[in-house]
């Protein structure tokens, strides 16, 4: 029990620094410094179905080119008025018409693409397109020109959902946020469709080439690759208790992450998969591709359908559950905690 003359004492000093621009640290150390993560995000989910009709709204609302980029944001309830799906995660679902370019522009923030609903419609990155299909991950680099764009109807262009994921509260964080409008609508194109793909795409690339960019140098992954290895993995009988088969998304010039900043990531789970409980210091943002099942978090219970996007904050424990087979997209902030050497986890059961 501290005296009260002592109090007083304290409390006077505390004014008399603070007119200093000070502050005591050891009345702050435990929340500066806590013994194990206390994240202000939760977990959450948002049901295509019931927000796909609003999505679609906006459509009529307001044109591509006068929104820049047509999206709704996936605000988590932890994190209000921020933007953000998780402290260094964003999250938003974006629409494109038929007929309809979203105007090219670059910034130093770095962008996925997932396809969650429709095909046909492309994205130009740095002088070359590629054509959207569903479960396509794609990524725009930083500071890297892009564009969006979708064929008239009566060419067969149909509307086009997909899921953006960016690092836009880490860059506010870091006070490190630029963009730039091309001059143009739309960027020249410069290489035919699947060049990059061609260069990079197959265990090769140009014997000449010296890659720099931590970026990878092809920016479409289709998600036919993506299936198809989870199927072979899973048909050799490799499946883990906790994760299923997943498997992460590579920079293929250099075996590392597609983007330096965000992991991204491809799971399958079989029909009645009771996974074990696990946790990590990673937040991830989950898309369901395929299937039912359930996402257990804490006291959390996330029923999940297909393209439901659900989120999981730092160090809250989670086990997955499934209806039918299920596969799962995802993408964390794992990178950027792994080169800070602070990346844990634990594996339960």
């Keep these: 029990m501290i005296p009260e003359s002592q109090r007083e004492d304290r409390a006077t000093y505390y004014e008399k620094i603070a007119f200093e621009r000070l502050a005591p640290l050891w009345e702050s150390l435990h929340n500066l410094v806590p013994r ?77 693409r997932f ?51 960016l690092d836009i509260p880490l860059l506010l964080h870091l006070d490190a946020g630029f963009a730039e409008n091309y001059p143009e609508v739309m960027q020249p194109v410069k290489r035919p469709e699947g060049d990059s793909f061609a260069r990079f795409g197959h ?17 479409s992954y289709p998600y036919e690759r993506s299936r198809e290895a989870l199927d072979t993995l899973y048909r050799n009988g490799e499946l883990d208790d906790w994760d299923g088969v997943k498997l992460r998304y590579v920079n293929p010039a250099t075996g590392g992450w597609p983007m330096p900043t965000m992991g991204t990531f491809m799971q399958f789970l079989p029909k009645d998969f009771k996974g074990k409980e696990y946790r990590s210091t990673d937040s991830t943002v989950y898309c369901v591709v395929e ?51 602070v990346l844990r986890e634990e594996r339960r059961g």
């Design 36 to 112: 194990q993560p206390n994240p202000q995000a939760q977990a959450a989910i948002w049901k295509y179905a019931q927000v796909r009709d609003l999505v679609m709204q906006a459509g009529s609302l307001i044109s591509a080119e006068e929104a820049v980029r047509r999206v709704l944001i996936l605000e988590n309830p932890g994190l209000p008025g921020k933007s953000s799906m998780t402290p260094s995660l964003y999250a938003g679902l974006q629409l494109i018409l038929p007929g309809e370019i979203a105007p090219s522009h670059r910034h130093t923030q770095s962008a996925l």
């Design 115 to 165: 396809i969650v609903e429709g095909q046909g419609a492309w994205t130009a990155v740095n002088g070359e397109r590629t054509t959207m299909r569903p479960g396509d991950f794609i990524i725009t680099p930083s500071w890297t020109w892009h564009d969006h764009g979708n064929p008239p109807l009566e060419e067969g262009g149909e509307p086009v959902v997909w899921l953006d994921g």
């Design 203 to 219: 265990n090769m690339m140009p014997v000449r080439d010296v890659i720099s960019d931590p970026t990878s140098p092809i920016f």
């Design 291 to 341: 299937g039912r099942g359930t996402a257990y978090v804490g006291e959390t219970t996330l029923r999940f359908d297909p393209h439901d996007v659900f989120v999981i904050p730092s160090w809250q424990p989670v086990r997955l559950e499934t209806d039918s087979e299920v596969v799962l997209f995802s993408y964390s902030d794992r990178p950027v905690l792994a080169a800070l050497n």
